[in-house]
């Protein structure tokens, strides 16, 4: 199994930045790519960007390209997520999630079915 841990959650005013962290312990080598996704009330869990463990690969969904960046420390077995320039409209509960599928990061990690391991969530508030 694979054990997810986010960090990093608080509260902002509209235009900050956040740093997420999500964890992973256990057996992360079964795991190929690190997902980050959004739920705020009332909604649908949503992707936001995804990093694989290995090489430069990553994908974004567009509501957040160009103000967030996804990264990486192998070596802490870490995933980052930076978040510039926050809007209201970014406040949710973020989860990070571990998957194991090798074809490209587009073809298939915007979906929540194609995880195996999730977070608890940290919950990111940004105030108008």
């Known amino acids: 199994q694979v054990q997810l841990v986010e960090s990093g959650g608080g509260l902002v005013q509209a235009g900050g930045s956040l740093r997420l962290s999500c964890a992973a312990s256990g057996r992360t080598f079964s795991s190929s790519a690190i997902g980050w996704f959004r739920q705020a009330p009332g909604k649908e869990r949503e992707f936001v960007a995804a990093i694989r463990w290995s090489g430069s690969s990553t994908y974004y969904a567009d509501s957040v390209k160009g103000r967030f960046t996804i990264s990486r420390d192998n070596a802490k077995n870490t995933v980052y997520l930076q978040m510039n320039s926050l809007k209201p409209e970014d406040a949710a509960v973020y989860f990070c999630?571990?998957?194991?599928?090798?074809?490209?990061?587009?073809?298939?990690?915007?979906?929540?079915?194609?995880?195996?391991?999730w977070g608890q969530g940290t919950q990111v508030t940004v105030s108008s």
């Open positions: 999630a571990a998957g194991s599928r090798i074809t490209p990061l587009k073809v298939w990690s915007s979906r929540t079915n194609e995880y195996d391991y």
